[in-house]
C-alpha cells in the first residue's frame, strides 16, 4: 500500500486483518479475514468478538475541544461481499428455543459496533465503509453507522428482513432518517428491496460512487483530503453529534422491539430464514 507500511499489518484477531500506519492515525479494519468455502461473511459472533475488541484498544476519550488531530478508521471485507449481515441460522436456534436473554445480548453487541462507528470512537475518528461487495441487513446498518459511506458501481444493497417477517433492528431507521427523510426511509425497510449502489447514491444514501475496483483509491484520496482541514472535521463530528444525534440508549430501545419482534416470527419465516442462510453460504464464502 502507498499510505501504509505492510511492516504494520497485524494479524491479533482470527476475523479481521489490520492495516495500520506506524502512528495509529489511519486504519483499515478488513472483516472475514478468516473466510473460507462454506462460511458466510455476516456477522457471526466470532467476528463481533474481535472487532470490539480491536475498538476497545483504539478507541478515545471524548476529546476537548482543542485536542490533536484527526484520525480515520476505514471498515472493509477481505471477502467478495462486505456483509451480509446478522447470522440468521443463531436467530433461527435462539428465536425457536425462546431465547430472549441470548438473542438480545447479541442485538446488544451489534448496537455496541455501529455507536461507536457513529460517534467516531469517542470523536477523534472519522469513520469510512469502503463497500466493494454486497452490504445486506447489518452489513448496510453498518455502513449506515460511518460518517462517509464509499461504494464501488453495481454493488447490491439493501435491508431485505421483511421478506421473513422482521425489520432491521440495529440502526438502520435511525441512520437511515439521518440521510434522507424519514418517510424514505420507511419506504426502503418496509419494501425489502435489494438496491444498486448506483440507486442509493442517487436517493444519497451512499456518498461517493467509484468504478469497480476504484474504492480503496478513492478512499485514500478522501482521507488525504480530510487530512488538509483535521480540526474542521473533527469539529464537524461534534457538530454532527449536536445537530443530528442517534443516542445509544435510542438504539438500545429499538433493538429490544426487534427482539420481541423475532420472538413472534412463525415456522414460515424461519424456513426462510433457513433458505436465505443456504443462499448465502453458497454466495458468499470466498475471498475477495
Not at 6 to 34: F, L, Q
Not at 127 to 148: K, P, R, Y
Request: aromatic letters at 6%; one cysteine or more; charged letters at 20%.
Amino acid at each position: 500500500m502507498s499510505v501504509i507500511e505492510k511492516s504494520c499489518r497485524t494479524r491479533p484477531y482470527p476475523t479481521v486483518e489490520i492495516e495500520a500506519d506506524a502512528n495509529g492515525n489511519e486504519i483499515w479494519m478488513y472483516m472475514h479475514a478468516d473466510i473460507r468455502p462454506g462460511v458466510r461473511p455476516c456477522f457471526r459472533t466470532e467476528l463481533m468478538v474481535d472487532m470490539h475488541a480491536y475498538l476497545a484498544s483504539v478507541a478515545s476519550p471524548t476529546p476537548s475541544p482543542g485536542a490533536g488531530g484527526l484520525r480515520h478508521l476505514v471498515i472493509a471485507s477481505s471477502a467478495q461481499a462486505f456483509n451480509l449481515g446478522g447470522d440468521l441460522d443463531l436467530f433461527g436456534k435462539l428465536i425457536r428455543s425462546g431465547n430472549r436473554d441470548e438473542l438480545l445480548a447479541y442485538a446488544q453487541s451489534c448496537v455496541e459496533g455501529v455507536y461507536q462507528f457513529h460517534t467516531g470512537l469517542g470523536g477523534d475518528f472519522r469513520t469510512i465503509a469502503l463497500v466493494q461487495g454486497d452490504a445486506l441487513g447489518g452489513g448496510l446498518e453498518l455502513a449506515l453507522s460511518c460518517h462517509t459511506i464509499v461504494a464501488e458501481q453495481g454493488v447490491d444493497m439493501g435491508l431485505p428482513e421483511v421478506l421473513f417477517g422482521l425489520f432491521p433492528g440495529m440502526g438502520a431507521y435511525s441512520f437511515l432518517s439521518r440521510r434522507v427523510s424519514p418517510q424514505l426511509a420507511e419506504r426502503i425497510i418496509l419494501e425489502g428491496r435489494v438496491y444498486t449502489s448506483d440507486e442509493l447514491h442517487a436517493m444519497g444514501v451512499v456518498d461517493v460512487l467509484v468504478p469497480k475496483g476504484h474504492g480503496e483509491q478513492a478512499v485514500r484520496e478522501l482521507i488525504r483530503q480530510q487530512q488538509r482541514a483535521p480540526h474542521a472535521h473533527r469539529a464537524l463530528n461534534r457538530v454532527r453529534a449536536l445537530s443530528q444525534p442517534v443516542e445509544r440508549d435510542e438504539l438500545m430501545r429499538i433493538t429490544e422491539v426487534w427482539v420481541d419482534t423475532a420472538l413472534q416470527l412463525g415456522e414460515r419465516s424461519l424456513r426462510t430464514m433457513e433458505r436465505i442462510v443456504r443462499a448465502q453460504a453458497r454466495r458468499g464464502g470466498m475471498a475477495g
